[in-house]
């Protein structure tokens, strides 16, 4: 994985921690994922227009806020934490990375046909977002998800 400008990582970890976090969730990680946990463990990121993303069937641009971690110290910064509280309302396969500053959360399925990242208005906040249709595509990757929003070079 290449370096990541604009975050500000929460840490590094081992590939043991993301072993237990997979264990926990019944779920495996895409090796670039891993990657950048082991190397990061997510973070904040730096607020600025290159962090803007428009998305298909948004009318506004989505900006990212925070990608969740692993023991970070801060439940509502881990990812179990999150795909945890909400794993009703997601699918089989599926959690929670990180949010918008704005009202979403970004969210990867792990395997499967639907395997991808996407944005989930959770709150309905978009005019386009309903009961039938509340979650959009972005990337089919994490790699590519990063490099979308500028993050990487």
Same mark, same amino acid.
């Given at each position: 994985?290449?370096?990541?400008?604009?975050?500000?990582? *929460? =840490?590094?970890? &081992?590939?043991?921690?993301?072993? $237990?976090?997979?264990?926990?969730? @019944?779920?495996?990680?895409?090796?670039?994922? @891993? +990657?950048?946990?082991? #190397?990061?463990?997510?973070? &904040?990121?730096?607020?600025?227009?290159?962090? +803007?993303?428009?998305?298909? =069937? !948004?009318? %506004? @641009?989505? /900006?990212?806020?925070?990608?969740?971690?692993?023991? /970070?110290?801060?439940? #509502?910064? #881990?990812?179990?934490?999150?795909?945890?509280?909400?794993?009703?309302?997601?699918?089989? %396969?599926?959690?929670? *990375?990180?949010?918008?500053?704005? $009202?979403?959360?970004?969210?990867?399925?792990?395997? =499967?046909? !639907? @395997?991808? *990242?996407?944005?989930?208005?959770?709150?309905?906040?978009?005019?386009?977002?309903?009961?039938? =249709? #509340?979650?959009?595509?972005?990337?089919?990757?994490?790699? %590519?998800?990063? +490099?979308?929003?500028?993050? %990487?070079?």
């Amino acid at each position: 994985m290449s370096i990541i400008r604009n975050i500000n990582a *929460i =840490g590094t970890l &081992s590939n043991r921690d993301i072993e $237990h976090i997979e264990n926990e969730l @019944k779920i495996s990680f895409p090796d670039d994922y @891993k +990657q950048f946990l082991v #190397n990061y463990n997510g973070g &904040s990121v730096e607020l600025n227009e290159s962090n +803007q993303l428009a998305i298909d =069937g !948004l009318s %506004e @641009k989505v /900006t990212i806020d925070v990608l969740y971690g692993i023991n /970070t110290g801060y439940d #509502n910064a #881990n990812i179990d934490f999150w795909t945890d509280k909400l794993k009703e309302d997601l699918l089989p %396969e599926t959690i929670i *990375i990180g949010d918008s500053i704005m $009202h979403g959360f970004f969210v990867m399925i792990c395997s =499967g046909e !639907l @395997k991808g *990242i996407y944005y989930w208005d959770d709150t309905y906040y978009f005019e386009t977002s309903n009961d039938e =249709g #509340n979650t959009y595509w972005i990337a089919s990757t994490f790699t %590519e998800f990063m +490099q979308l929003w500028a993050l %990487e070079v």
